[in-house]
């Protein structure tokens, strides 16, 4: 019984504080002296699974992150950015602090951060962040739940929009992979955008990791094997990056190689690859395509081996710039060696996303 | 004999004001279309400069002053005029190009007013603001008056 009302408070606390945070940015009167908004975005979604193992058919209705999304300028160079979200997992309510970084912009086209920020490593994390209305499938790639550090805490030097080619660069150096400010990770990204909606890019990210566990800045999914390796490693992602997003087509390629190196197993070098192309008929209709491919060795410690892929096929409706609706079918394979059962099997997804601005 | 000269003579100035206007003093961004700034950096720029500065591709003006781009944008046939001209979309192109920008925290929103009387009235609050009107009837201070020059050849402001 105590357990029970325990458990009831935090939920509503947890409320409780969201909403906290809602009022106070949104209240003109306390802050009117600085630009703030609060603007918001979401998700719901449909999940019809077929397993081929057991040949029986799940079914889901399921809400995906609330986000807050605030933002406030503190005078000429100085402004605020926030990103807060309500998700429901496992029958309970999470509340995540996605990103809260200052930025200064010093001079030009040159800015400095602080703070929580999604880490630039490629195109998607770099622009989509937590806003299912931007991405363009349901989820995120696969090296999403493996490879990637989502988010990072520290500083970072940016640049953008810089030269006929709107060169940009990033350059940070933020807690490691596991959140341990001891052994900082470091990141240098740079892109190019040559023309209206395309962009290139590529980046080199270097973290230590002392002690490998799943306290990292992934959480979105990771079968990472980190409860069973608890030693040191070494860990480098290179990614590249390659978008175009004309009135017409859309394409969009994630590379990223994952190596990682163990005193007991040596260097392991991993992959993945998600490819996405799109055709606009109208500005309204998108029907696309997508696959997906990743690729973790034996001898890696971090993630264990892995061999999945993933080929899908959808349909994009915006009904608005601030909705739209997204329905995909998509058809997962890993390896016979994958430890688990409900890797092989069909998904479909109906997904409404928006945004509150 | 000497009325032909005269002519000759007036004709030819007037030749030259108007080559020397379209060519150093600059003009509207098009016929239907006006740039105004208030405490931005300079009073003329080239068109691609202008597209790059509407598309938030610049932050912040050399005096300091943060760029707020103030636009007259709604749904009707002038924002659709301005959004084709500008950024070559459609006006709900043009909202989810800003959307895509605003979250992703590498630019800030622009101004939308309903009207030319509200922009202009932004305008003037905001030291650093750059406004783009639609044919615009109301009279416009000097100060904030911005010329286009239809050159190639102009230094890029990046």
């Known amino acids: 019984m105590i357990k029970t009302i325990l458990t009831n408070y935090k939920k509503i606390m947890k409320f409780n504080y969201l909403f906290l945070l809602t009022l106070i940015y949104s209240s003109t009167g306390l802050?009117?002296?600085g630009n703030f908004n609060v603007k918001g975005f979401g998700s719901m979604e449909h999940n019809l699974e077929y397993h081929q193992d057991v040949e029986e058919f799940d079914l889901a209705w399921q809400l995906g992150e609330q986000s807050l999304f605030v933002t406030g300028d503190m005078g000429n160079k100085f402004s605020f950015l926030g990103e807060f979200?309500?998700?429901?997992?496992?029958?309970?309510?999470?509340?995540?602090?996605?990103?809260a970084r200052i930025k200064c912009n010093y001079v030009g086209n040159h800015s400095l951060m602080i703070g929580q920020m999604h880490t630039p490593v490629n195109y998607w994390?770099?622009?989509?962040?937590?806003?299912?209305?931007?991405?363009?499938?349901?989820?995120?790639?696969?090296?999403?739940?493996?490879?990637?550090?989502?988010?990072?805490?520290?500083?970072?030097?940016?640049g953008q929009n810089l030269g006929k080619l709107n060169f940009g660069y990033d350059i940070q150096t933020t807690n490691s992979l596991t959140g341990d400010g001891n052994n900082p990770a470091v990141?240098?990204?740079?892109?190019?955008?040559?023309?209206?909606?395309?962009?290139?890019g590529a980046s080199y990210y270097y973290s230590y990791i002392a002690q490998n566990n799943t306290m990292q800045h992934m959480n979105h999914g990771s079968g990472m094997m980190g409860s069973m390796y608890a030693g040191s490693l070494d860990y480098q992602l290179i990614n590249f990056s390659f978008a175009r997003f004309e009135q017409k087509l859309e394409i969009l390629n994630e590379f990223t190689a994952a190596l990682s190196r163990t005193d007991s197993l040596?260097?392991?070098?991993?992959?993945?690859?998600?490819?996405?192309?799109?055709?606009?008929i109208k500005e309204l209709h998108t029907p696309y395509l997508l696959c997906d491919i990743l690729k973790s060795s034996?001898?890696?410690?971090?993630?264990?081996?892995?061999?999945?892929?993933?080929?899908?096929?959808?349909?994009?409706?915006?009904?608005?710039?601030l909705l739209n609706m997204k329905c995909q079918l998509e058809r997962y394979t890993a390896n016979p060696d994958w430890s688990n059962p409900a890797a092989n099997h069909y998904e479909f997804t109906i997904q409404l996303s928006y945004a509150i601005y | 004999m000497q009325y032909i000269k005269s002519s000759i003579s007036v004709f030819v100035t007037v030749a030259f004001l108007l080559l020397i206007n379209n060519s150093c003093f600059g003009q509207n961004y098009s016929s239907r279309i006006r740039i105004c700034g208030n405490s931005i950096d300079e009073k003329s720029y080239t068109i691609s400069d202008i597209k790059s500065i509407l598309k938030g591709e610049k932050s912040l003006w050399k005096n300091g002053n943060r760029v707020i781009i103030v636009m007259r944008f709604n749904e009707d046939e002038k924002s659709q005029y301005l959004a084709k001209e500008i950024y070559n979309k459609s006006i709900q192109g043009v909202k989810k190009f800003w959307l895509g920008l605003v979250f992703s925290g590498r630019s800030s929103a622009p101004l939308f007013a309903d009207s030319n009387e509200e922009a202009l009235l932004m305008l003037a609050k905001y030291e650093g603001a750059i406004g783009v009107f639609v044919d615009c009837q109301e009279e416009i201070p000097a100060d904030f008056k911005v010329s286009i020059i239809k050159s190639e050849n102009e230094k890029s402001i990046r």
């Open chain 1, 31 to 33: 802050l009117a002296q």
């Open chain 1, 85 to 99: 979200s309500l998700g429901y997992r496992g029958g309970d309510i999470h509340a995540n602090l996605h990103r």
């Open chain 1, 125 to 158: 994390n770099d622009v989509y962040y937590h806003a299912r209305i931007f991405f363009p499938t349901t989820d995120r790639p696969l090296a999403f739940s493996y490879f990637i550090p989502v988010h990072s805490i520290g500083i970072r030097a940016q």
């Open chain 1, 187 to 200: 990141l240098g990204a740079f892109h190019i955008k040559p023309a209206d909606g395309m962009r290139i």
């Open chain 1, 266 to 280: 040596g260097a392991a070098q991993n992959y993945s690859n998600y490819l996405y192309v799109g055709y606009n």
């Open chain 1, 298 to 321: 034996n001898n890696d410690l971090r993630n264990g081996a892995i061999n999945k892929v993933k080929f899908g096929i959808g349909y994009k409706y915006q009904f608005t710039p």
